[in-house]
C-alpha cells in the first residue's frame, strides 16, 4: 500500500463521512509534526463532537487523537481549547488534555491542573466505583506538572501527598515530577526503589519516569533493571539528552 | 528459578524451550532465557532460525538479540529479513545491531560485507528513532574495523554526517552520530 501524502491526510480529515479516516488521519499530522496550514483548524474542528449529546463514540475517538496531535504540534493557537477541555466531564478528555498541555510545557495551564489535585489522595486520587480508574487522571496531571516546570511552594504542596498513594505508578509520576521541579535526589532514590517492584508494569512505569526526569544517577540501576531493553533504551535516551553525557550513549550501545 | 535452571544445564536441547520462555511477557525471566541462550553458542543458531514467533514481537526481538549477540554468519538472511520486514523497532534495532557485529564468512567476503553495509544505510532511514540510533553505532563499527569497499564507505560517512545534522530530529541520535564521526576522524 502506498503512504498517504500529507494533502490527502489533510482532506481526509476534513471529510466527516469516515471517522476511521479522520482518527488516523489526526493520528499521522501529529506523528509527522504536520506544518499544512489547515492542520491546526481542522485538528481544532474535531473537538466539536465533544459537546454533542449523546457523543458519538466514533468522533470521540478523533477528538482524542486531535488532542494528542495537538500536544506533538505544540502550537499556541490550541492552547485555549486544551485549557478549557481540562474542565470536560469526560475522564479520557481530561486526561489527554493535560498530557498535550505538559508536553507542550504550557504555563498557563498550571493553575488548573493544580486545582484538579488540590483534593488530594481522599478527593482526586480516590478510587471511582467499580472502575480502575481515580477521581481524576492523577498520573497525566501529576507528570504534566513536573514537564510544565513551575517549581513554587503551591506546586510542590499539591504534588507531595501522591508520593504515598497506595497505587506505585501514582507514587512514581509524583515523584517523577518533584525530581524534575527539585532536581532532589530523594525523589530519584524512591523511583528506583520502585525498579525493584515485584510487578513488571511497575518496574517499566518507574524506569521511564526516571528517564523523563534525565536523573544520571540512574543509570546503573536501569542498566541492571529486569525490563525490556526498548525500554531502557527509551528513559536512556530522555537523561543522554537532558546531561548530554557521552557516556550514557556508551551504556546505550551495549544495549541495542 | 526454573529458567536459570534450564540454562545452567548447558544443553543445545534446552534451546527450544527457553526460546518458548521468551514469548512470556516476563522480562525478567526473558532476560534470565536471553544470556542463557547466548551461552550455549552456536550450536543453537539452527534452532534460532525456525523459532520466530510471528505473532509475538517481544519474542521476536529476545530471539534476533540472540541471534546477533552469536554474530554466526548463518543468521545473515534473517537479520536482513528481520531489519526489512518486521513491524516492530525492537526487531528492527536488534536486527541493525546484528549487520553490524556479524562475523564475516572469509570465503564469502565481499558478498557478505556489501549485504551488511546496504542494511545499515537502510537502517538509517527508518522511521523510528532506535533504529536510527543503532545504524549510526552499526556504521562506525563496521568503519572503523573492516575495510570497506571505497563507494560504500563514502555513503556511509554521508549517512552518518546526514544523522549528525539538522535533518536528524532526535537529539540522542544526532548525538551518536557526530561521536561516531568523531571517533572515525571525520570531524
Sequence with gaps: MEPLTESQVIENLRQTEDPSAQYYAAWWLGKMRSQHPDAIPLLLATLGALDDSPVDPDRRGVALNAIRAMGLLKDERTDGALLDRLHSNDYS???????????????AAAEAIRSLLASGLDGAGREQPSTPLLQEPCEALLEALGDIGINDAATLATIK????????LICSAACRALLQLTGDSCWGEQLTQLLLHPEALVRRGALLDLGAAGWTAAVPMIQ???????????????IAENSGNQQVLDVMDALL | EATRALCALGDPEAAGTLVKVLGFNNPAVAGVATQGLIQLGRDIVPTLLVSLDARNYGARAWVVKVLSALRDPRGLDLLEHALNADIAPSVRRSATRGLADLEIDPSLKDQQLQRC?????????????????????GLEQRLRTTTVDP???????????????DAEDARVVRHRAVLALQRLNLE
Excluded: C
Excluded at chain 2, 563507494?151 to 545534522?165: E, P, R, T, Y
Design chain 1, 93 to 107: 478528555v481530561r486526561e489527554e488534555a493535560a498530557r498535550s498541555l505538559g508536553t507542550m510545557g504550557s504555563h
Design chain 2, 151 to 165: 563507494s560504500i564507505a563514502d555513503q556511509a560517512v554521508a549517512m552518518l554526517q546526514n544523522l549528525a545534522s
Design chain 1, 161 to 168: 501527598p501522591f508520593t504515598r498513594h497506595h497505587r506505585p
Design chain 2, 117 to 137: 553495509m546496504q542494511g545499515l544505510l537502510k537502517a538509517g532511514h527508518d522511521d523510528e528513532w532506535v533504529v536510527r540510533y543503532a545504524a549510526a553505532f
Design chain 1, 224 to 238: 541492571a533493571a529486569a525490563v525490556e531493553p526498548s525500554l531502557k533504551l527509551v528513559a536512556l535516551r530522555g
